[in-house]
């Protein structure tokens, strides 16, 4: 039975197999009604796991899974879930809107073609077959097609992979959109920039384990990696050793007037303040902050490493996410 109160995915600690591969090790993940949450990770990180587990596809081998409260495996826990998977079909010949009405037919009260088509651009494409679309076109209907039964919770598994940036731009506004209106979004992606365009939590995936859990801003700090270039003047020294909070610094390239490095560290402007204060001669200083990918990166590395435990769970509200080498 779902409730009206139960969050829209409960998975508690589940573990999923695939003969000897253990896709999901002891995963635990809340979201609540409203959020827009980016799960992040690279191939093989079992993010399309998680998703096929939240939608009933497949069992876990222990642990479980709630959608609104109730069983992903009953039909009525879906009624309020719209999907759409990493791959797709569409039927050649129909015209997009029959495959709209056609879809539309499963709902009691289904969003009006006109607006499904409006949402995502497509509203010239609707006599068009399926066939006869572009495949950023065909993937916006895909993606269109799962808002179709008014979803309150969307799962889309890698939703822009393959489009063009403008196709792209024009899916990402639609899932915006949808979510102001009060839906809860759960995305998977490669796409650094899609998690940063669209989630305001980010789950990391790393071998089937949560890494970290946070705003898209604090996953960011948690590895809060500086990049900072800089040319040393030729002959002029500079003891870059030991530098307070210096990771990293790259091999210099010959530029005019000098030697070019970029150092990584936890803080530019600790280290940049310990550079004046030593009298290292440099000029044309650039500072640069992480990337998503780096933040990700270092958080897997770190796990790797260091051997550190993955985050609980909820480490976003109860527990600090694992602390990341400086
Ligand atoms: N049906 C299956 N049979 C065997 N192994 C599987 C199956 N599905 C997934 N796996 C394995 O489970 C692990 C997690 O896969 P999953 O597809 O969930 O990762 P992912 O994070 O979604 O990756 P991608 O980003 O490439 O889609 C991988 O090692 C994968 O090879």
Redesign the pocket.
């Known amino acids: 039975m779902t409730t009206a109160t139960a969050p829209p995915v409960l998975v508690e600690h589940v573990t999923r197999r695939?003969?000897a591969?253990t896709?999901?090790d002891d995963v635990s993940l809340r979201v609540d009604a409203g959020e827009i949450v980016g799960l992040l990770?690279?191939?093989?990180?079992?993010?399309?796991?998680?998703?096929?587990l939240v939608t009933g596809l497949r069992t876990p081998d222990a642990g479980t899974v709630r959608v609104f409260g109730g069983d992903p495996r009953d039909p009525a826990s879906r009624t309020s879930l719209g999907t759409t998977p990493?791959e797709t079909g569409l039927p050649d010949t129909l015209k997009v809107r029959e495959v709209v009405d056609f879809v539309a037919g499963h709902y009691a009260d289904p969003m009006p073609r006109g607006e499904v088509l409006a949402r995502f651009g497509l509203t010239d494409m609707a006599e068009r077959q399926t066939g006869a679309l572009s495949g950023g076109q065909k993937r916006r209907l895909a993606v269109a097609l799962s808002l179709v039964g008014r979803p309150r919770l969307v799962l889309l598994?890698?939703p822009t992979t393959g489009l063009d940036v403008e196709a792209r731009h024009v899916l990402w506004q639609a899932l915006r959109d949808y979510h102001a209106d009060g839906a809860t979004v759960i995305v998977?992606s490669?796409y650094l920039e899609e998690i940063e365009a669209l989630a305001e939590r980010v789950v990391v995936?790393g071998e089937?384990r949560v890494l970290a859990d946070d705003s898209l801003a604090r996953v960011l700090d948690l590895v809060a990696v500086r990049r900072v270039s800089l040319t040393l003047a030729s002959g002029g020294g500079g003891d870059l050793a030991g530098l307070p909070g210096l990771q990293d610094v790259t091999d210099g390239t010959a530029v005019p007037g000098g030697t070019r490095v970029t150092l990584v560290a936890s803080d530019a402007d600790v280290l940049v303040r310990a550079l004046v204060e030593r009298s290292v001669p440099f000029a044309d200083l650039e500072v640069r902050g992480a990337s998503l990918e780096e933040a990700f990166l270092s958080l897997t590395s770190h796990v790797e490493d260091a051997g550190t435990e993955p985050a609980e769970p909820s480490a976003r509200t109860t527990q600090p996410a694992p602390e990341v080498t400086r």
């Open positions: 695939f003969g591969v896709a999901l990770g690279p191939n093989g990180a079992g993010k399309t796991t998680l998703l096929s990493q598994d890698e998977t490669h995936v089937g």
